[in-house]
C-alpha cells in the first residue's frame, strides 16, 4: 500500500526534478487533496524552520498529511529537496504529535532523511497503534515514542494449534465455497505469525482463541483494560492480514465532516493566526502551542466541507488576530460562525488527550 497518492508522488518527484508546474499540470483536479497539501505545507514551514533552525524557501520543500495512527489527526510529512542533501537539515521528515509537542522522528534512523521519496511506504499492519512505515528495503514499526527496524523487536514463539483452530471455525460458513478453506487457513496462519511477531504471549493467544468462540466471559474490574489491549492488537492484526491479502484497507478513524463541495483556498494566514488565539490554546484539550496547531490545522481542514469559502476564511483570520468582533463578522457573514462551530465540534470532539 503505498503511502502517497499518486498526486503526492508527482509532486515529490517533481521536487527532485524540479518541474513542479509541469507535474500539476497533468494531474486532474482534486482539491481537497490540494486543500490537504497546503494546509500540511502551511504547518510544516514553522515545523521545518524549528528542526533546521533557518527558514525553509517555499519552493524548496513540500508537505502532506498522513495519518499515521487513524485517529482522524494527521501527522505531517515534508521532503525538503537540495541535489546536495547530507541528511541533516533536509530530505524527509515527520513531524508526529505527542504529548504537548511535535516531534520528528526519522532524525534518529541513520539514513532515513535520504531515503528517496518514491521508496517510502506505508506497511500492510500496525505496531503500537501505528502503521508500520517501509523505507527503501527496511521495514520500520513504532516502539511507543519512534520508529525502529522491525528486526529489532522481540518476537515469540508459540503453540498455535488451538488459536488455528478457533480461528478458522469463527470464519468458516456452514456452507463453504470452493476454495474457502484455503483461504481461510491461509488468513488463521497469517495472524498466527503476526501475533507471535508482536510478542504475544501465550497467556495473550489463548485468550484471544477463547475469546472467538461461544459463551466467552468478557473480563471486567482490573482485568478490562489488559484484554482490551490484547483485543485491539488481535483487531489490528486481523486487518492487516486483509490488507496482505487485498480483502481490505486501513480505514481512518470516523469524522463527522460536513458535505459541501470545497473551493481551493490559501490557507497560510490563518494557519499562522489560529494558533496564537486565546481560545485555542487555553482550550481543556490544547495547552500548548503544538497542539494549538494540530487543532488548527483540523479546523482548517473542515472549514471548507461546511462551504467556508476564502472571503470567509480571510474574515476568520481576522477574528482569530482580533482584528473584528463577533458581530462584524456576523453582519458581513451570518453563516459563517455557524459552519466555524461545526467544524470545531467536529475537530474537538475527535482531538487526542494529552
Not at 503453540?159 to 488455528?164: L, M, Q, S, T
Not at 497542539?291 to 466541507?305: F, I, N, V, Y
Amino acid at each position: 500500500m503505498r503511502l502517497f497518492s499518486k498526486l503526492a508522488t508527482a509532486f515529490a518527484s517533481a521536487l527532485l526534478c524540479a518541474c513542479l508546474a509541469h507535474a500539476q499540470a497533468q494531474q486532474p483536479e482534486n482539491i481537497p487533496q490540494e486543500n490537504s497539501d497546503a494546509i500540511a505545507r502551511a504547518m510544516a514551514a514553522g515545523l521545518l524552520e524549528r528542526q533546521t533552525g533557518a527558514a525553509v524557501p517555499a519552493d524548496k520543500f513540500w508537505a502532506y498529511e498522513v495519518d499515521f495512527n487513524l485517529d482522524g489527526l494527521s501527522e505531517i510529512y515534508a521532503y525538503v529537496a537540495d541535489p546536495a542533501c547530507d541528511g541533516a537539515k533536509c530530505g524527509l521528515f515527520l513531524f508526529v504529535l505527542e504529548g504537548d509537542g511535535y516531534r520528528e522522528v526519522l532524525g534518529d534512523i541513520p539514513g532515513a532523511r535520504l531515503t528517496p521519496p518514491d521508496r517510502v511506504a506505508l506497511g500492510a499492519f500496525k505496531r503500537n497503534g501505528f502503521i508500520d512505515l517501509q523505507l527503501d528495503h527496511k521495514l520500520f514499526g513504532w516502539a511507543g515514542d519512534h520508529y525502529a527496524e522491525v528486526s529489532t523487536f522481540p518476537a515469540t514463539s508459540l503453540d498455535g494449534a488451538v488459536f488455528i483452530a478457533a480461528c478458522q471455525k469463527s470464519k468458516s460458513s456452514e456452507q463453504p465455497e470452493e476454495g474457502e478453506a484455503e483461504r481461510v487457513a491461509g488468513e488463521c496462519q497469517c495472524q498466527f505469525n503476526r501475533l507471535q511477531a508482536i510478542g504475544f504471549t501465550q497467556a495473550d493467544l489463548d485468550q484471544y482463541a477463547a475469546s472467538l468462540g461461544e459463551n466467552f466471559e468478557y473480563p471486567s474490574g482490573d482485568k478490562e483494560k489488559a484484554w482490551q489491549a490484547v483485543s485491539t492488537q488481535a483487531s489490528d492484526t486481523a486487518t492487516g492480514c486483509d490488507v496482505v491479502s487485498g480483502k481490505s484497507q486501513w480505514q481512518p478513524a470516523y469524522f463527522n465532516h460536513g458535505d459541501q463541495p470545497q473551493q481551493r483556498l490559501d490557507f497560510n494566514d490563518f494557519v499562522a493566526a489560529c494558533p496564537a488565539q486565546h481560545f485555542i490554546l487555553t482550550n481543556r484539550k490544547v495547552g500548548s502551542p503544538d497542539r494549538a496547531l494540530s487543532l488548527c490545522g483540523c479546523l482548517a481542514r473542515e472549514m471548507p466541507t461546511q462551504g467556508v469559502a476564502q472571503e470567509g476564511l480571510d474574515l476568520l483570520t481576522q477574528y482569530y488576530r482580533d482584528e473584528i468582533a463577533d458581530a462584524d463578522l456576523e453582519a458581513q457573514d451570518a453563516n459563517l460562525l455557524t459552519a466555524h462551530d461545526k467544524a470545531s465540534e467536529a475537530c474537538l470532539d475527535q482531538f487526542p488527550a494529552k
